[in-house]
T-cell receptor, first 115, second 113 residues
Framework: DTGVSQDPRHKITKRGQNVTFRCDPISEHNRLYWYRQTLGQGPEFLTYFQNEAQLEKSRLLSDRFSAERPKGSFSTLEIQRTEQGDSAMYLC?????????????FGPGTRLTVL | GQQLNQSPQSMFIQEGEDVSMNCTSSSIFNTWLWYKQDPGEGPVLLIALYKAGELTSNGRLTAQFGITRKDSFLNISASIPSDVGIYFCAGSLFTSGTYKYIFGTGTRLKVLA
């Protein structure tokens, strides 16, 4: 079990550019979550997938953000026309849904800095 | 976005001391998770709680699911320098097939050797 992995770990971009992050969940996990974390705050929910279906999106996820999980395995999060306010740690988590039990395991995160 | 209240926000303690922190919510949850996060890394799951009143231990860590289902507590016994980090609680209510978690604001722990 290699855990949740995210790539890249760090990304520096200029305002207005597009960025894409990748998350590889734990292999048998069917749920995948994206969170955003700013300095001094806890993770804030953005969206989640069950298999390839995107089931819920937060109001934090503006129309510049899009997430996909095309084959129910890895997921990508794209931010178009980045703004300085998008600077944050983007965390991915995965879980195996079982009745009453849902432990989420996080990846190391992607730190985005928008200049 | 919505975040749960955690207290204390930060604490300095001497090595060997016991630590207590808690998390409260205005909503009822049926799952509580506790995580530890080191700088620049993702949160690492410490303890999961699924039943009101449940008391669960993981080494020197003990967590409890409050009987009102609106709070949870984490205790660390005999703290050591590597306990330094930020501790987050996360609560979830399973409704309509959704397992979305809401996180607390974090408790920053510093241990003095």
């Amino acid at each position: 079990d290699t855990g949740v992995s995210q790539d890249p770990r760090h990304k520096i971009t200029k305002r207005g550019q597009n960025v894409t992050f990748r998350c590889d969940p734990i292999s048998e996990h069917n749920r995948l979550y994206w969170y955003r974390q700013t300095l001094g705050q806890g993770p804030e929910f953005l969206t989640y997938f069950q298999n390839e279906a995107q089931l819920e999106k937060s109001r934090l996820l503006s129309d510049r953000f899009s997430a996909e999980r095309p084959k129910g395995s890895f997921s990508t999060l794209e931010i178009q026309r980045t703004e300085q306010g998008d600077s944050a740690m983007y965390l991915c988590a995965s879980s195996l849904v079982r009745r009453l039990y849902n432990e989420q395991f996080f990846g190391p995160g992607t730190r985005l800095t928008v200049l | 976005g919505q975040q749960l209240n955690q207290s204390p926000q930060s604490m300095f303690i001497q090595e060997g001391e016991d630590v207590s922190m808690n998390c409260t919510s205005s909503s009822i949850f049926n799952t509580w998770l506790w995580y530890k996060q080191d700088p620049g890394e993702g949160p690492v799951l410490l303890i999961a709680l699924y039943k009101a009143g449940e008391l669960t231990s993981n080494g020197r860590l003990t967590a409890q699911f409050g009987i009102t289902r609106k709070d949870s507590f984490l205790n660390i016994s005999a703290s050591i320098p590597s306990d330094v980090g930020i501790y987050f609680c996360a609560g979830s209510l399973f409704t309509s097939g959704t397992y979305k978690y809401i996180f607390g604001t974090g408790t920053r722990l510093k241990v003095l050797a």
